[in-house]
């Protein structure tokens, strides 16, 4: 039986054990998805030499850079990101493993977010700066998207606060990408602070959280016109992505 799993720490909640796990048997599949949960990434090789029949893994917090080091080869997309949210596991002859890793989140925000790019939406705000939004930042590159980060703190010269979100910049940046926590269940009374009486029908906000399904970061923004969409299919799309990666192996 092949293997696939999740390695991360804690691992009160995932969704790619229910999701894959059913996948399998809903699709015949001689497979199982098991949790790793590691309180070290240095206990990362110990997963790979004692489950020889482990084909993948998705990595998730704090482990999706702190696991570059163990890694042979990064995919172009995910080295520039600089986080790893699934590892291809290759075996080779004389029980030797090779390792590459990808980032799914790419895959899945960009085909999600593809579809409602208009003309128009040329520069976007990413609205945090944690893993997430590194892989949002390479994937509207891709898409010919100039982004900005914004912070609660300055951290550096090209990354925005919150305060600083003049009437031209809201206007200039017609997609706004929520890749912080905030307004996520159960706290769903909250919102990234950004100036929604500015937001336009021209406007684009796209929201990484999926619980609950409309965050008030959506629902101001449809308030004022703009089009809203959730990341629920992000999520679904990244996960179609990895099992994509691991049949390569």
């Excluded at 998705?58 to 949210?85: C, H, Q, S």
């Excluded at 128009?120 to 390479?138: D, N, P, Q, Y």
Aim: contains cysteine; glycine residues 8%; charged residues 20%.
């Amino acid at each position: 039986m092949q293997k696939y799993g999740l390695i991360g720490y804690p691992l009160k909640h995932s969704f790619s054990i229910g999701y894959f796990n059913e996948k399998f048997k809903a699709e015949n599949i001689d497979a199982e998805y098991v949790n790793f949960e590691i309180p070290d990434i240095n206990d990362f090789m110990e997963v790979i030499e004692e489950n020889p029949n482990l084909c993948g893994l998705n990595v998730t917090i704090p482990y999706k850079e702190k696991v570059i080091p163990f890694l042979d080869e990064l995919d172009k997309d995910t080295a520039k990101i600089g986080a790893v949210n699934v590892i291809q596991i290759i075996r080779q002859p004389k029980g030797k493993v090779k390792l590459i890793g990808h980032n799914s989140d790419i895959i899945g925000f960009t085909q999600s977010i593809e579809p409602l790019l208009q003309p128009h939406h040329k520069k976007a705000l990413i609205l945090g700066t944690g893993g997430a939004s590194k892989a949002v930042l390479r994937g509207l590159e891709n898409l010919g998207i100039e982004s900005t980060f914004v912070s609660r703190t300055k951290k550096a010269d090209d990354i925005l606060i919150y305060e600083e979100l003049t009437p031209e910049i809201m206007q200039e940046n017609t997609v706004i990408v929520n890749c912080t926590p905030v307004g996520m269940y159960p706290k769903v009374d909250f919102c990234p602070n950004i100036p929604y009486e500015l937001l336009t029908p021209q406007h684009l906000l796209y929201d990484l959280l999926y619980n609950p399904n409309e965050t008030l970061f959506m629902k101001k923004g449809a308030a004022q016109g703009a089009v809203t969409k959730n990341g629920l299919e992000m999520l679904l799309l990244q996960a179609f992505a990895a099992w994509e990666i691991w049949q390569k192996g």
